[in-house]
């Protein structure tokens, strides 16, 4: 598939309407479906991180330009990476209390999701208290479940 995009012998648009039409059980086109519901996802993340400059670059020079790109990137990546670090915890957590817990999670939990970001405001944070909440292996404790629906 992708190298008869990229060598011109077939559009997007055939290739997409040919995944559109195939089988539920054809596994790529059910990657391919997840790959894009992820980069919308992040796609969100980076326009809600990029919010501050109402979603321009204000900077003139180039290299400029490419610095406020990458620290948006590096941004990004942050939160993904810790949302992921994260549900890892917490997945590890319920099982250990013997909650069932597929190891396929529902399409609605992503890594790149942002309802645990305050992107307006001032945030100030006592480094000390924080640290000294970690437990022994260097994590912020989880809040506890609020319902058994946690997770689905």
Not at 82 to 106: F, H, I, K, M
Request: glycine residues 6%; proline residues 4%.
């Amino acid at each position: 598939m992708a190298g008869s995009l990229k060598y011109g012998q077939a559009t997007a648009s055939l290739v997409v309407g040919k995944w559109s039409a195939a089988s539920r059980q054809n596994t790529l086109a059910a990657a391919l479906k997840e790959w894009g519901m992820l980069r919308r996802t992040l796609h969100a993340l980076r326009r809600d991180l990029h919010y501050a400059q109402q979603g321009t670059v204000t900077k003139p020079a180039l290299a400029d330009q490419t610095d406020q790109a990458w620290c948006l990137t590096v941004l990004t990546n942050a939160v993904t990476t810790w949302t992921t670090e994260y549900y890892s915890l917490a997945v590890r957590q319920l099982r250990a209390t013997s909650r069932d817990v597929p190891d396929e999670l529902p399409a609605h939990i992503s890594p790149a999701h942002s309802e645990n970001i305050d992107f307006f405001g001032v945030i100030n944070v006592d480094v000390e208290a924080e640290l000294a909440k970690l437990d022994g292996g260097g994590w912020r404790p989880l809040r506890p479940v609020a319902t058994e629906m946690a997770l689905m």
